[in-house]
């Protein structure tokens, strides 16, 4: 069995390497909060993901002709993308947010941010 001891002097050094460390795993942390979703074939995907506040939500176009991504309630509204277009929207509070195509109003999806 090997003992080790760590004295003050040890513990002292353990905790600025923390500190150290510690906002660089907050910055990573912050840089993974980002969802993909997809249109393609007239439909969003993944439906509804369920993602933290503060995510980072990106819509590609997928399809060989133009859509939009627009929240119902106004928060956010994308410009007529074409086939590999992207629109980003980053979420800051909690809620549900309810969207749709524009050009084709019966496609449906929603972000929920807890």
Same mark, same amino acid.
């Given at each position: 069995?090997?003992? #080790?001891?760590?004295?003050?002097?040890?513990?002292?050094?353990?905790?600025?390497? *923390? &500190?150290?460390?510690?906002?660089?795993?907050?910055? #990573?942390?912050?840089?993974?909060?980002?969802?993909?979703?997809?249109?393609?074939? *007239?439909? &969003?995907?993944?439906?509804?993901?369920?993602?933290?506040?503060?995510?980072?939500?990106?819509?590609?176009?997928?399809?060989? @002709?133009? /859509?939009?991504?627009? %929240?119902?309630?106004?928060? &956010?509204?994308?410009?007529?993308?074409?086939?590999?277009?992207?629109?980003?929207?980053? *979420?800051?509070?909690?809620?549900? &947010?309810?969207? *749709?195509? %524009? @050009? /084709?109003?019966?496609?449906?999806?929603?972000?929920?941010?807890?």
């Amino acid at each position: 069995m090997i003992r #080790r001891s760590v004295g003050v002097a040890g513990s002292a050094a353990m905790a600025v390497m *923390f &500190f150290a460390v510690s906002p660089l795993v907050t910055a #990573r942390a912050q840089q993974a909060a980002a969802v993909e979703v997809k249109i393609d074939n *007239f439909s &969003f995907g993944p439906q509804s993901p369920s993602v933290p506040v503060g995510t980072t939500v990106t819509w590609t176009n997928r399809d060989d @002709i133009p /859509h939009t991504v627009v %929240s119902t309630d106004g928060v &956010f509204k994308s410009k007529v993308l074409d086939t590999d277009e992207k629109f980003s929207y980053t *979420f800051a509070k909690t809620g549900t &947010f309810a969207y *749709f195509c %524009s @050009i /084709h109003p019966k496609m449906t999806g929603k972000i929920v941010v807890q």
